[in-house]
């Protein structure tokens, strides 16, 4: 994950899967610590089929909702190759 990497790279070493919490110890700005709020709420639930009391995971979210996640994460991407001093690269989420 690119925030994991972020924080390695600044001698950091933090478990866990919450966005927000990696990049609260990054010391990332706040539009993206919003950011990544949203993209936490969309961790658990839409990997799993029982994530939801009934339905499918794609029953309670829409194409909009997943562009804007995309377009988060993409923020959150830059950030992360930005601080690292890299060019964007393909598959360093």
């Known amino acids: 994950m690119a925030a994991k990497a972020l924080l390695e790279a600044r001698g950091v070493m933090k478990r866990g899967h919450s966005v927000l919490a990696l990049l609260s110890a990054g010391a990332a700005p706040e ?3 919003e950011a990544a709020r949203i993209l936490d709420q969309y961790y658990i639930p839409t990997r799993y089929p ?3 009391d009934t339905g499918a ?3 309670y ?3 909009k909702q997943a562009e804007e996640a995309i377009a988060y994460a993409e923020k959150i991407l830059a950030f992360v ?3 690292l001093g890299g060019a964007p690269g393909k598959g360093s989420a």
């Open 31 to 33: 539009e993206l610590l």
């Open 50 to 52: 029982n994530g939801f």
């Open 57 to 59: 995971p794609m029953d």
């Open 61 to 63: 979210y829409t194409g």
């Open 81 to 83: 190759e930005k601080e």
